[in-house]
């Protein structure tokens, strides 16, 4: 249902920027994510937005990285500027509604893109 792009090799210092893909009825309600992982480190949440465009960042990547989301085109960015060096992190898409009624929770992970050299 979350197919994301845009990874590859990027220089320190460098931008880029991810993509991920997905239904209208994901887009439609879902508060959506990116999260990240590097070998051997728990996977950690970089940053989320709200199905009406609330944001929120990890302190690590604030002033560097902008999240935001295309409901209509059904695509969620993740923009990455003044990359840190780093060696290969995997980013996930994350899609999620929180029901009042526990049983209709929902939640949705992309296969996730690689990024080497920076993250």
């Known amino acids: 249902q979350l197919v994301e792009s845009g990874g590859g090799l990027v220089q320190p210092g460098g931008s880029l920027r991810l993509s991920c893909a997905g239904s209208s009825y994901i887009f439609g309600r879902h508060t959506m994510h990116w999260y990240r992982q590097r070998p051997g480190k728990q996977r950690e949440l970089v940053a989320g937005?709200?199905?009406?465009?609330?944001?929120n960042y990890a302190e690590a990547v604030k002033g560097r990285f902008t999240i935001s989301r295309d409901n209509y085109k059904r695509m969620m960015y993740l923009q990455m500027e003044s990359l840190k060096p780093e060696g290969t992190t995997i980013y996930y898409c994350?899609?999620?509604?929180?029901?009042?009624?526990?049983?209709?929770?929902?939640?949705?992970w992309g296969q996730g893109t690689q990024v080497t050299g920076a993250a």
């Open positions: 937005i709200t199905s009406g465009g609330t944001t």
């Open positions: 994350h899609a999620e509604f929180r029901s009042p009624v526990p049983t209709a929770n929902e939640e949705y």
